[in-house]
T-cell receptor, first 113, second 108 residues
Framework: KAGVTQTPRYLIKTRGQQVTLSCSPI?????VSWYQQTPGQGLQFLFE???????NKGNFPGRFSGRQFSNSRSEMNVSTLELGDSALYLC????????????FGPGTRLLVL | GIQVEQSPPDLILQEGANSTLRCNFS?????LQWFHQNPWGQLINLFY???GTKQNGRLSATTVATERYSLLYISSSQTTDSGVYFC??????????FGTGTRLQVFP
């Protein structure tokens, strides 16, 4: 089976812009979760989607949003970008949810100038 | 919320050496996972181990949930073991909380 894929791999944006990141899970996996990794805050949970419904949400402002499509692919959107949003954004997938082995994609590196 | 602490924060080893990484957590969990992040940022799941002991080649892990800690053992280290090791914990379907990681460098 193909692994988790994320696009784009690298992205440069300026403050105030918005960005959309995409994650395609392993075939058959219905749970997709998103994480932000920064040197200062480490790995932080953003949200989890399962069968097109947001099931869990971390402590991030409303500028961070996501959705999941019927084929389990997920997108994450960040509006009104701030310098502090520069990070590695990782997504993970699993069959049933966070309570089992998580398989991570390679990540999207976002730089906000 | 649950606090997760990992120790040591940094570890430098010569090839062939053994090491033990520790993960302490502040509350009851029934979901604990160990990951290795390589220098390119890819996170690889090593173990799903909410309790008990598991082994996979040169790696093994033990979780004592009642005492709120987990250990990851790496034997006969290789340079390819370098990277950052994270533990992540949770309860049922709740969000995963990651520790701050242990950065391992293995030199030939």
């Amino acid at each position: 089976k193909a692994g988790v894929t994320q696009t784009p791999r690298y992205l440069i944006k300026t403050r105030g812009q918005q960005v959309t990141l995409s994650c395609s899970p392993i075939s058959g996996h219905r749970s997709v979760s998103w994480y932000q990794q920064t040197p200062g805050q480490g790995l932080q949970f953003l949200f989890e989607y399962f069968s097109e419904t947001q099931r869990n949400k971390g402590n991030f402002p409303g500028r961070f949003s996501g959705r999941q499509f019927s084929n389990s692919r997920s997108e994450m959107n960040v509006s009104t970008l701030e310098l502090g949003d520069s990070a590695l954004y990782l997504c993970a997938s699993s069959s049933r949810g966070l309570q089992e082995t998580q398989y991570f994609g390679p990540g999207t590196r976002l730089l906000v100038l | 919320g649950i606090q997760v602490e990992q120790s040591p924060p940094d570890l430098i080893l010569q090839e062939g050496a053994n090491s033990t990484l520790r993960c302490n957590f502040s509350d009851s969990v029934n979901n604990l996972q160990w990951f290795h992040q390589n220098p390119w940022g890819q996170l690889i799941n090593l173990f799903y181990i909410p309790s008990g002991t598991k082994q996979n080649g040169r790696l093994s892990a033990t979780t004592v949930a009642t005492e709120r800690y987990s250990l990851l053992y790496i034997s006969s280290s290789q340079t390819t073991d370098s990277g950052v090791y994270f533990c992540a914990v949770g309860w049922n379907t709740d969000k995963l909380i990651f520790g701050t990681g242990t950065r391992l460098q293995v030199f030939p």
